[in-house]
T-cell receptor, first 114, second 110 residues
Framework: NAGVTQTPKFQVLKTGQSMTLQCAQD?????MYWYRQDPGMGLRLIYY???????DKGEVPNGYNVSRLNKREFSLRLESAAPSQTSVYFC?????????????FGQGTRLTVV | RKEVEQDPGPFNVPEGATVAFNCTYS??????FFWYRQDCRKEPKLLMS???SGNEDGRFTAQLNRASQYISLLIRDSKLSDSATYLC???????????FGKGNQVVVIP
C-alpha cells in the first residue's frame, strides 16, 4: 500500500520553463490537495479537488494549474516557472466530510527555479 | 485574522521536561481538529486527532476548548526524538479542505 506518491522528488528549472508535478493515491480518497511550504510560512494551499471532476483555488493559486485526471491522480502544472515558485510541494489526499479523518501526504517535491 | 494561528517558537525543552502549546482557530464552525508532526524536510504525519472530550496517547495529551476556540498539545517526559514541528490542523465540514497553522517548533535539549 503506497499511500500518496509524488514525482519527481527533486527538480531544478530555469525561469520560464514548464513542468508538471504528478501525484497519485491508492486509498480511494475523494479529496486531493496541493500545498507549498516555504521557510517561516507554513503549508499554504495552492489548489484542491474535493472530488473527481472538480478543482478549486486555494490560498496561493497564481502561476499554477491543476488537473484531476481521475480519482487517483491530481497533477500540478507550472506553465512558466519563476524563482518565487522555489519551494517544497506536497500533495495530500483525504476523505474530508467524515469525522476526524486524516490527510495523508506524499514525500514532497523540492523545486528550485533559477 | 488567519484561520489557524500558532506561536512558531522555537520551544527549547530540557529532556524529560513537559512542554505545552496552544493553537487558536477563527472559524467557530470548525469541527475536526488534528495535530500533525513534521520532521525537518519530511512530509507531515498525523500525530493525533483531537476529540471534544480530550484524548491522550502515551506521553501526548490533546485538548479542545470550543468556547475559546483553541486546541492544545502537551508532551510529557520529552525525548530527544520529540524534536520536530507540530502543526495544528482544522477542518470545517462542507469546506472540503484543511487549514494548517505554521507550526510549533520543539527542540528537546539533552
Amino acid at each position: 500500500n503506497a499511500g500518496v506518491t509524488q514525482t519527481p522528488k527533486f527538480q531544478v528549472l530555469k525561469t520560464g520553463q514548464s513542468m508538471t508535478l504528478q501525484c497519485a493515491q491508492d486509498m480511494n480518497h475523494n479529496s486531493m490537495y496541493w500545498y507549498r511550504q516555504d521557510p517561516g510560512m507554513g503549508l499554504r494551499l495552492i489548489y484542491y479537488s474535493a472530488s473527481e471532476g472538480t478543482t478549486d483555488k486555494g490560498e496561493v493559486p497564481n502561476g499554477y494549474n491543476v488537473s484531476r485526471l481521475n480519482k487517483r491522480e491530481f497533477s500540478l502544472r507550472l506553465e512558466s516557472a519563476a524563482p518565487s515558485q522555489t519551494s517544497v510541494y506536497f500533495c495530500a489526499s483525504s476523505d474530508l466530510g467524515q469525522e476526524n479523518t486524516e490527510a495523508f501526504f506524499g514525500q514532497g517535491t523540492r523545486l528550485t527555479v533559477v | 485574522r488567519k484561520e489557524v494561528e500558532q506561536d512558531p517558537g522555537p520551544f527549547n525543552v530540557p529532556e524529560g521536561a513537559t512542554v505545552a502549546f496552544n493553537c487558536t482557530y477563527s472559524n467557530s464552525a470548525s469541527q475536526s481538529f488534528f495535530w500533525y508532526r513534521q520532521d525537518c524536510r519530511k512530509e507531515p504525519k498525523l500525530l493525533m486527532s483531537v476529540y471534544s472530550s480530550g484524548n491522550e496517547d502515551g506521553r501526548f495529551t490533546a485538548q479542545l476548548n470550543r468556547a475559546s476556540q483553541y486546541i492544545s498539545l502537551l508532551i510529557r517526559d520529552s525525548k530527544l526524538s520529540d524534536s520536530a514541528t507540530y502543526l495544528c490542523v482544522v477542518n470545517v465540514y462542507g469546506n472540503n479542505r484543511l487549514a494548517f497553522g505554521k507550526g510549533n517548533q520543539v527542540v528537546v535539549i539533552p
